[in-house]
Nanobody, 118 residues
């Protein structure tokens, strides 16, 4: 079982940048690693994913061109670089891991709060 620890969330002004980090307790090589976010009263929504092979990534339309996800398998970390932040980016951000053999994200971080002030 993979234990994920999210960090890096804080208060930031509109237009600012922030980097979130996720550290895993064991190898993430055979996992697709993603970030999700959630605001009160809303469903948790997909933000970005770094696939386990080929360096492939994908993003939600709302963050494409502003956010960049990266992974370092040797360090067991996943990073989300967020630029040009907007108030609608406010939420709790969660790191998630999906084994390549299953279709659901099975492991989640505890979440880190990002607040973008207008």
């Amino acid at each position: 079982q993979v234990h994920l620890v999210d960090s890096g969330g804080r208060l930031v002004r509109t237009g600012g940048s922030l980097t979130l980090s996720c550290t895993a307790s064991e190898s993430i090589f055979y996992y697709n690693m993603a970030w999700f976010r959630q605001t009160p009263g809303s469903e948790r929504e997909f933000v970005a994913v770094a696939l386990w092979s080929g360096g492939r990534t994908d993003y939600a339309y709302s963050v494409r061109g502003r956010f960049t996800i990266s992974r370092d398998n040797d360090k067991r970390t996943v990073t989300l670089q967020m630029n040009s932040l907007q108030p609608e980016d406010t939420g709790v951000y969660y790191c998630a891991a999906r084994p390549i053999t299953v279709s659901n994200y099975e492991y989640w971080g505890q979440g880190t709060q990002v607040t973008v002030s207008s």
